[in-house]
């Protein structure tokens, strides 16, 4: 017992030890000053939720107010705008969707360059994206819909949440890949595409894994695989897209933090060591799984290079389909 006891007293120590630090170090941001977290859309979403779970956390490590800022409009351009041109301090923080890799390609009028006016802080997690199908598609596997598709072109639908979401970008980025002709039906909103799935209004949808996972357990609808490069440690026994036949598949959607362009390096690697240690600990662990999300945790370095890597293939999608936005 007096073993154990000792053993609490020595974790007690170093989570105090360990607050203490972040609170010390946060002295490279202004003393007094308010910390916000911009989201550029409305509350309620996966955006928001993160950002809201990661706030708090934040204020708890470096012992201030952090509040969460949602700027909803124009897919996400507003609020992405204000903190463009927010104080370059660490005081003002962008948690944006993998969406700010699509927009310079597939927005013309943006006053921004997302790679020269933000700094990549850190990807914060990643969530795979459920290949679905229909319960009356004749299909097993990722192999048997893409033969499907190849034998009738044309003759099945996507669905997604609209015109340049996420899910339109890994769809049309699957049928250059695969090499396959389907037709896209745009919903408002990813609830509306699941029904329209189970209607039969459209045959194939990928969709989150939170809520695909439960809608394929159901039987209402069938999966064939994950979307991301590497099997999913959220359904470990769900195939990848690659390992169906579609080489080099892998996507999901990501969220990134950011901060104004000419923020200090030093700074930018303070809240990167903060953000990583949120991300990575086991009291998050659960709620992140539940959402249907993965922890990434990278370096400033590795998200800047995911961030241009991710603007050049939706550059090359849209160039090569010939996406529009209404």
């Not at 006016?117 to 598609?137: R, S």
């Not at 903060?274 to 991300?279: D, K, N, P, R």
């Not at 961030?307 to 090359?316: H, P, S, T, V």
């Amino acid at each position: 017992m007096k073993g154990l006891m000792r053993i609490a007293a020595a974790l007690g120590l170093c989570l105090i030890a360990g607050a203490t630090a972040a609170q010390q170090g946060a002295s490279a941001l202004p003393p007094g000053k308010p910390m916000k977290i911009i989201v550029p859309f409305a509350a309620g979403g996966t955006s928001d939720i993160l950002a809201r779970a990661l706030a708090q956390r934040l204020g708890e490590r470096l012992g201030r107010s952090v509040i969460v800022d949602n700027r909803a409009g124009a897919g996400g351009t507003i609020g992405t705008e204000a903190a463009v041109h927010s104080d370059a301090d660490g005081t003002t923080i962008l948690i944006h969707s993998g969406a700010i890799a699509v927009d310079p390609s597939l927005k013309r009028n943006l006053t921004y360059d997302v790679q020269r006016d933000l700094t990549p802080v850190t990807t914060a997690v990643v969530g795979p994206f459920a290949l679905l199908v229909g319960p009356t598609v004749p299909v097993q596997t990722t192999a048997d819909l893409v033969k499907y598709a190849k034998a009738n072109p044309g003759k099945l639908n996507y669905g997604t949440p609209g015109i340049g979401s996420s899910i339109h970008m890994t769809t049309e980025y699957f049928k250059t890949l695969a090499g396959i002709d389907m037709v896209h039906v745009p919903y408002k909103g990813a609830g509306p595409a699941l029904a329209g799935a189970m209607a039969n209004e459209v045959q194939v949808l990928f969709d989150p894994l939170a809520t695909g996972k439960k809608y394929a357990q159901s039987g209402k609808l069938r999966a064939l695989a994950v979307s991301t490069g590497k099997r999913s440690d959220l359904w470990p026994e769900m195939p990848t897209v690659a390992e169906g036949g579609v080489p080099g598949f892998d996507t999901g959607v990501w969220y990134g933090v950011y901060v104004p362009g000419k923020t200090p390096k030093a700074v930018v690697d303070l809240l990167n060591a903060e953000f990583v240690a949120i991300l990575k600990s086991p009291e998050l662990a659960p709620w992140l799984r539940d959402q249907g999300l993965e922890p990434v945790a990278d370096t400033p370095a590795q998200a800047k290079a995911r961030l241009a890597e991710d603007i050049q293939r939706w550059a090359g999608v849209i160039k090569a389909t010939g996406i529009k936005t209404e």
